[in-house]
């Protein structure tokens, strides 16, 4: 089971709040038919970080009787949840930590691209490139003129192909005797 509560403690009744988010939790899982171990377990560990004031979440994983994971969130979820299934649900784990996995950004337009390598732990990209048509091959259509498909390596008669012939190259490519669109 899956459970993500708001364990902020910003108010003076910080400890009823909770106390009240786990209670709800506890009876939505019982609902959805949590084992009785692992409701057990999820009573003993709710509770988030209480040395640390302010905002704060907590995700927490339990099958078979054994917690998973917990994990304080730096962010409260938007809403509580409290799910049953057969597999974790960590995306609010994955949505907290965001600026620590590992990323690529991409941001492409009709010039070329910019690419940007980051690390897990790091907030400047390890890694930047830019493509632009010098460095992307781009084959851009004249204005008015109809698009050609590419390419592929045909044998030279156009709309014909010699049985048993395969066509091999070695070395530089040889510019084409006819136009590949023939």
Not at 96 to 125: I, M
Request: net charge negative; charged share 25%; aromatic share 4%.
């Amino acid at each position: 089971m899956s459970v993500h509560l708001d364990t902020s403690r910003g108010a003076h009744d910080a400890d009823k709040q909770i106390e009240l988010r786990r209670r709800a939790a506890r009876r939505s899982l019982s609902e959805q038919g949590a084992q009785e171990a692992d409701l057990a377990v999820l009573d003993d560990i709710v509770g988030g970080a209480p040395e640390l004031p302010g905002p704060q979440g907590e995700a927490l994983f339990v099958s078979a009787g054994r917690l998973l994971g917990a994990f304080t969130l730096v962010e409260p979820p938007a809403a509580d949840s409290a799910q049953v299934l057969p597999v974790p649900d960590p995306l609010g784990v994955a949505i907290d930590r965001d600026h620590q996995l590992p990323h690529v950004v991409v941001a492409v337009d009709r010039e070329g691209a910019d690419v940007e390598a980051y690390p897990a732990t790091g907030y400047e990209p390890t890694l930047r490139r830019t493509f632009n048509g010098s460095t992307l091959h781009i084959t851009r259509v004249r204005a008015g003129a109809e698009a050609r498909p590419p390419t592929t390596g045909a044998p030279s008669t156009c709309g014909q192909r010699t049985p048993g012939r395969r066509l091999t190259t070695y070395g530089p490519p040889r510019p084409p005797s006819r136009p590949p669109w023939c």
